[in-house]
């Protein structure tokens, strides 16, 4: 088989850009993102706070916050959105807290959940269910 130099140079630029994707844009679904994060990682239920509301009216809109003390990274996910993955926080050494505070938006009633990289390579999961209703109709 041999490759004209086109067909090399377009299978090197489609190997290139695979390889410059960002982690976790192979993921489909939560399990699969929370497995590529964790890594198949035991996560602990406590030592993460994950702050949203129990009914949003707007679903454009949600406001979270994220806080676990010690964390370098904190994955933020919507299950039911249909891209999961909503933000991921990293924290440097010098970061005064490991605290986010951000929206974002929800296709529908739904579970937010949010796991943390601790300092010492474990990982804390919390989530929280979100009703949304679209204009204050119920739903």
Same mark, same amino acid.
Request: neutral net charge.
């Given at each position: 088989m041999e490759f004209t130099r086109r067909e090399?140079? @377009?299978v090197g630029a489609a190997a290139a850009l695979v390889a410059m994707l960002p982690k976790g844009a192979y993921a489909a679904t939560t399990e699969e993102w929370i497995a590529e994060f964790t &890594? &198949? @990682?035991e996560m602990a239920d406590t030592g993460l706070d994950l702050t949203a509301p129990e009914i949003a009216e707007n679903g454009n809109t949600v406001p979270i916050e994220v806080s676990a003390d010690g964390a370098s990274e904190i994955l933020v996910l919507a299950t039911g959105n249909p891209t999961p993955g909503v933000a991921k926080f @990293?924290? &440097?050494?010098l970061a005064a807290s490991q605290y986010a505070s951000t929206r974002i938006r929800l296709a529908g009633t739904q579970d937010v959940? @949010?796991?943390a990289k601790l300092a010492d390579g474990s990982f804390a999961r919390a989530s929280k269910t979100v009703k949304v209703t679209i204009g204050g109709c119920g739903g």
């Open positions: 090399t140079l @377009a &890594g &198949g @990682a @990293a924290f &440097g050494p959940v @949010a796991i």
